[in-house]
Nanobody, 125 residues
Framework: QVQLVESGGGLVQAGGSLRLSCAASGRTFSTYAMGWFRQAPGKEREFVAAISRSGGSTGYADFVKGRFTISRDNAKNTVYLQMNSLKPEDTAVYYC??????????????????WGQGTQVTVSS
């Protein structure tokens, strides 16, 4: 089992940047494929980005391509989401998730086994 704790959210102006971190504890971090998802008020949770166990494969939702970058440091048991050129529509609670049965987790939230508590990102116009 793994425990996930997100940090790095906050209030930022449109066009600004934030870096989210997700620290994992428990079982060996490198055995988990990781993902970032987000949920805005009144909307369903949606996929943002995913990264494979080794970090060699990544994937992004179309609406963040070119603006967000997912990465991981297995030595530090941490996955990151660098968010640049933020827009007001990026406002949401951001969650990291871990999947233990695949090399790469993909975009379906129901395939991830463990979730963090979320961190709020608010982008003002």
């Amino acid at each position: 089992q793994v425990q996930l704790v997100e940090s790095g959210g906050g209030l930022v102006q449109a066009g600004g940047s934030l870096r989210l971190s997700c620290a994992a504890s428990g079982r060996t971090f490198s055995t988990y494929a990781m993902g970032w998802f987000r949920q805005a008020p009144g909307k369903e949770r949606e996929f943002v980005a995913a990264i494979s166990r080794s970090g060699g494969s990544t994937g992004y939702a179309d609406f963040v391509k070119g603006r967000f970058t997912i990465s991981r440091d297995n030595a530090k048991n941490t996955v990151y989401l660098q968010m640049n050129s933020l827009k007001p529509e990026d406002t949401a609670v951001y969650y990291c998730a871990a999947r233990e049965d695949a090399y790469y987790g993909g975009s379906r939230a129901d395939t991830y086994h463990y979730w963090g508590q979320g961190t709020q990102v608010t982008v003002s116009s």
